[in-house]
């Protein structure tokens, strides 16, 4: 595809499930990013890759996120025993990993956690 | 670490008027870049405006233009001709040279009125 693909685009679970959330980025594009996006409020940093490992992981908010992007392309981001405050909308995007350069984003996955 | 602050959450302006959009940021790098995004209610976010620090020009996108101060940390977008379509939220955002991920400010709703 042209841009970004991130499935599912809504995705409601229960308290205490597991969720994956996977992502397609740009054919091409070397750095991927994962955000995440409060009701009100601007996207916060998770994760970001280049090529297939994690190179800065510091945004994810505790040990039951986790996210992996084994050939260096799709990426999947995986809740543990998801709680009501995971209740999010999950951004992924893509850049071509020249610094500065414009990183294209998907439109997310809104995730309920009832 | 970076921050970014949008002080405006709404602003409203009368289609084919002007009107302005506030950021500050904060950075103890030398160089880094400044973006302007817009996301409409699908969610996605779209690049408006990119601005590199160490250009003195500020950058225009046809009727999106950027007036960025330097020593005073700001870094605000003006809409000329403003169109229904500019309905969205819009969203300031950092990366400094160091880092790999965007910081975001809290956004900004803009409501363009016919």
């Known amino acids: 595809g042209a841009g970004v693909s991130q499935t599912p685009s809504n995705k409601v679970t229960e308290k205490g499930k597991y969720v994956e959330l996977r992502c397609d980025p740009i054919?091409?594009?070397?750095?991927l990013y994962w955000y995440r996006q409060s009701l009100g409020q601007g996207p916060e940093f998770l994760i970001y890759?280049?090529?297939?490992?994690?190179?800065?992981d510091s945004g994810l908010p505790n040990d039951r996120f986790f996210a992996v992007r084994p050939e260096g392309s799709v990426s999947t981001l995986k809740i543990q025993r998801t709680e009501r405050g995971d209740s999010a909308v999950y951004l992924c995007a893509s850049s071509p990993g020249t610094r500065g350069t414009e990183a294209f984003f998907g439109q997310g996955t809104r995730l309920t956690v009832v | 670490a970076q921050t970014v602050t949008q002080s405006q959450p709404e602003m409203s302006v009368q289609e084919a008027e002007t009107v302005t959009l506030s950021c500050t940021y904060d950075t103890s790098e030398n160089n880094y870049y400044l973006f302007w995004y817009k996301q409409p209610p699908s969610r996605q976010m779209i690049l408006v405006i990119r601005q590199e620090a160490y250009k003195q020009q500020n950058a225009t996108e046809n009727r999106f233009s950027v007036n960025f101060q330097k020593a005073a940390k700001s870094f605000s977008l003006k809409i000329s001709d403003s169109q229904l379509g500019d309905t969205a939220m819009y969203f300031c955002a950092s990366l400094g040279d160091a880092g790999n991920m965007l910081t975001f400010g809290g956004g900004t709703r803009l409501m363009v009125k016919p």
């Open positions: 890759f280049q090529g297939t490992g994690a190179a800065d």
């Open positions: 054919s091409g594009h070397t750095a």
